[in-house]
């Protein structure tokens, strides 16, 4: 099952990304190798193991949003919750949302393909973490009905398919279809 499979380094050169680059070191450093099912817990912070927490980056939500306060996507903001403040980040660059939510729209509308392993990658991840997210419907939410009906059933068609069957068939789509099957377990 492609979700025990362990998560194997292919390279180690810097993205650029501190987060991401933290990140490459941990898998570097694990020995044995873990699953992707193991490593999806560990980055989300799903899971607490006091034998792995060498393994766990930092505040990873907290350094997420604050990268992306500081490439102008997120806003920070305080609200008063009745006896509490809480940090909040809610969009501030409304294009760039717009610009995604457009690219996964045409993707299974006027960019269709029906073979997934023809589909580029980072709209395929994208599609998996929209769904995997629950933000699916959202996405697709301001189309009139005809369309959002057809939206709706290629995506559910498509993260329907058995990520067995579908990570051999696309050459370098293996994690996207892992963690499709991770997250639908």
């Keep these: 099952s492609y979700v025990s499979f362990q998560v194997l380094l292919k390279s180690d050169a810097p993205t650029g990304d501190v987060l991401l680059d933290e990140t490459l070191r941990h898998i570097k450093a694990t020995e044995p190798a873990e699953t992707v099912q193991t490593w999806i817990e560990l980055l989300t912070g799903e899971t ?47 294009g760039e949302k717009q610009r995604l939510v457009r690219k996964l729209q045409e993707s299974v509308l006027e960019r269709w393909v029906r073979e997934p ?33 057809v939206a709706m059933n290629r995506a559910k068609d498509l993260l329907e398919l058995d990520p067995e069957l579908e990570a051999p068939k696309a050459k370098g789509s293996e994690m996207i279809w892992a963690v499709l099957a991770a997250f639908n377990k």
Aim: overall charge positive; cysteine-free.
């Design 117 to 149: 392993q023809r589909m580029e990658r980072r709209t395929l991840a994208l599609l998996v973490l929209a769904h995997s997210s629950d933000v699916l419907e959202g996405v697709f939410g301001g189309l009139p009905d005809e369309r959002y009906d």
């Design 48 to 94: 607490w193991n006091p034998f792995k927490l060498q393994y766990q980056p930092r505040n990873v939500r907290e350094r997420v949003a604050k990268s992306l306060v500081e490439k102008g996507i997120l806003t920070t903001e305080k609200q008063n919750f009745l006896l509490f403040d809480m940090t909040t980040h809610p969009v501030s660059n409304a």
